[in-house]
């Protein structure tokens, strides 16, 4: 008996890697002053699209690394406040939209069990 | 509720053999071997393995095991899915069968 839908399933990784990404985001944020802390984070979309590219089997967890590009201060940390507030406020918009949409197919799939209780 | 299950499988795969034999006496033995019960226990097992996945998500996220909101969420609203399926199939099992019982011959 499967339940849920593939959108769903698909819906429930997007909210996965929205979390990882509010994660690695949070633990930036809370590294701003460590000398020498590197900035970590994740390719969403590359993420998102090998999960996708799994199929509905095994979900590999979403694969955090080390931001490049960014300019470090003298301490040797290069972590950008502004940057991560900007990628703190996606992951807030992602993790909402995915709630959004995810609870329009639970709704669905609801809707469809008590189809014939309103009359 | 386990004996009362158990009670009723017995019921129907006792009587069930019977009655397919009669429907269709060139099935062979083994395709019938699969009663009516067998689907329903199955179907509330699934129900209670999902409850037990909610259980575990729920008592993961208060305990803080790391497990994450949206996963204990979605497992409690699976696990409400499956039983409301459960529940709206049951409501039509016995209605049905008080539409067999009211008949009039």
């Known amino acids: ?119 | 509720m386990a004996t009362g299950i158990q009670a009723i499988s017995n019921l129907a795969s006792s009587s069930a053999t019977p009655i397919a034999n009669s429907i269709a006496p060139s099935t062979p033995a083994a395709e019938s071997a699969a009663p009516f019960s067998n689907l329903m226990r199955d179907a509330v097992g699934e129900v209670d393995s999902l409850q037990a996945q909610a259980q575990a998500a729920v008592t993961g996220l208060m305990t803080g095991t790391g497990v994450d909101v949206h996963t204990a969420m979605i497992a409690t609203e699976k696990a409400s899915m499956a039983f409301e399926l459960a529940l709206a199939v049951r409501n039509k099992a016995v209605q049905a069968y008080q539409q067999v019982m009211s008949m009039q011959f």
């Open chain 1, 1 to 119: 008996m499967h339940i849920e839908s593939i959108m769903s399933d698909q819906l429930t990784r997007y909210l996965d890697v929205a979390t990882t990404q509010a994660k690695l985001t949070a633990q930036n944020m809370a590294n701003v002053d460590t000398p020498g802390y590197r900035a970590m984070g994740i390719d969403f979309e590359a993420e998102m699209r090998r999960m996708l590219g799994d199929g509905p089997t095994a979900a590999a967890p979403a694969q955090a690394g080390l931001e490049d590009g960014l300019v470090a201060r003298p301490d040797g940390n290069n972590v950008s406040m502004d940057r991560e507030s900007l990628n703190l406020a996606e992951a807030q918009l992602r993790y909402r939209t995915g709630i959004t949409l995810l609870k329009q197919q639970y709704q669905m799939t609801m809707d469809a069990i008590h189809a014939d209780n309103g009359k």
